[in-house]
């Protein structure tokens, strides 16, 4: 594990600047920015049930990645439980780091200051080409990566974290072929491992160590 930043008591002092550039003397003392955790970016592959139930099973017992995102249950559910799992997870180390973390509803209004995490799931296919990452039959990938930005909310328009590079329809299908936004990527964090539960927490251990990081240059 890497090495914790500092104790909450200094992280007001040390990150005031982040927030604005003076303040008068009179003024009250400046708080620590807000780090919003926002839901990343997993794709559901498109799941038609056989009618059997023995080939169903067949199927969720072969054709399942058996790495960090295997499982038996639906798809649907489940991705919604990793993106969860993550947040969450990061949200919490954060906060333990010291800083003032707080996770984004899905689809909620950003605020004009403090900063947000954004991130997305991403495989690599034959062509080695990177693709959002799916949970679904057929998604047979077991090393995943997670490809993370840090945004500064006072920033008039945030770019995008990355564009599909398919022509037609098919660039908004599950797992479609991205290209990431090199201006606004932070960092890539390989996702690999038979136990889901201990992947994600420690994938969002090294984003936190990362984002701490990156807040405390951005201080001195």
Same mark, same amino acid.
């Given at each position: 594990? *890497?090495?914790? /930043?500092?104790?909450?008591?200094?992280?007001?002092?040390? #990150?005031?600047?982040?927030? %604005?550039?003076?303040?008068?003397?009179?003024?009250?003392? #400046?708080? !620590?920015?807000?780090? +919003?955790?926002?839901?990343?970016? *997993?794709?559901?592959?498109?799941?038609?049930?056989?009618?059997?139930?023995?080939?169903?099973?067949?199927?969720?017992?072969?054709?399942?990645?058996?790495? !960090? #995102?295997?499982? $038996?249950?639906?798809?649907? @559910?489940?991705? =919604?439980?990793?993106? &969860?799992?993550?947040?969450?997870?990061?949200?919490?180390?954060?906060? =333990?780091?010291?800083?003032?973390?707080?996770?984004?509803?899905?689809?909620?209004?950003? !605020?004009? @200051?403090? /900063?947000?995490?954004?991130?997305?799931?991403? $495989?690599?296919?034959?062509?080695?080409?990177?693709?959002? &990452?799916? %949970?679904?039959?057929? &998604?047979?990938?077991?090393?995943?990566? %997670?490809?993370?930005?840090?945004?500064?909310?006072? @920033?008039?328009?945030?770019?995008?974290? +990355?564009?599909?590079?398919?022509?037609?329809?098919?660039?908004? =299908?599950?797992?479609?072929?991205?290209?990431?936004?090199? +201006?606004?990527?932070?960092?890539?964090?390989?996702?690999?491992?038979?136990?889901?539960?201990?992947?994600?927490?420690? @994938?969002?251990?090294?984003?936190?160590?990362?984002?701490?990081?990156?807040?405390?240059?951005?201080?001195?």
């Amino acid at each position: 594990m *890497l090495r914790r /930043w500092m104790q909450p008591a200094v992280v007001a002092a040390s #990150l005031g600047t982040l927030a %604005v550039a003076s303040c008068a003397a009179d003024s009250a003392p #400046l708080q !620590p920015p807000i780090v +919003y955790v926002a839901d990343f970016d *997993l794709d559901v592959a498109n799941v038609k049930p056989d009618s059997g139930p023995g080939s169903r099973l067949r199927r969720f017992g072969s054709a399942l990645p058996s790495g !960090p #995102l295997r499982s $038996s249950k639906d798809p649907q @559910t489940h991705a =919604k439980e990793i993106v &969860a799992e993550m947040a969450e997870n990061l949200t919490d180390d954060l906060n =333990k780091a010291g800083i003032d973390a707080r996770r984004m509803s899905p689809g909620a209004a950003l !605020p004009a @200051t403090g /900063w947000q995490v954004r991130g997305v799931f991403l $495989s690599v296919d034959d062509g080695n080409r990177l693709r959002r &990452a799916m %949970v679904g039959f057929g &998604a047979g990938q077991t090393d995943f990566q %997670v490809a993370v930005s840090l945004d500064d909310l006072s @920033t008039p328009t945030l770019p995008p974290l +990355y564009e599909s590079t398919e022509q037609g329809s098919s660039k908004d =299908k599950p797992g479609a072929v991205i290209k990431l936004n090199p +201006y606004v990527i932070a960092a890539k964090f390989v996702m690999a491992g038979q136990d889901e539960k201990s992947t994600i927490k420690n @994938t969002a251990q090294q984003i936190s160590d990362s984002v701490v990081e990156k807040l405390k240059a951005k201080a001195q």
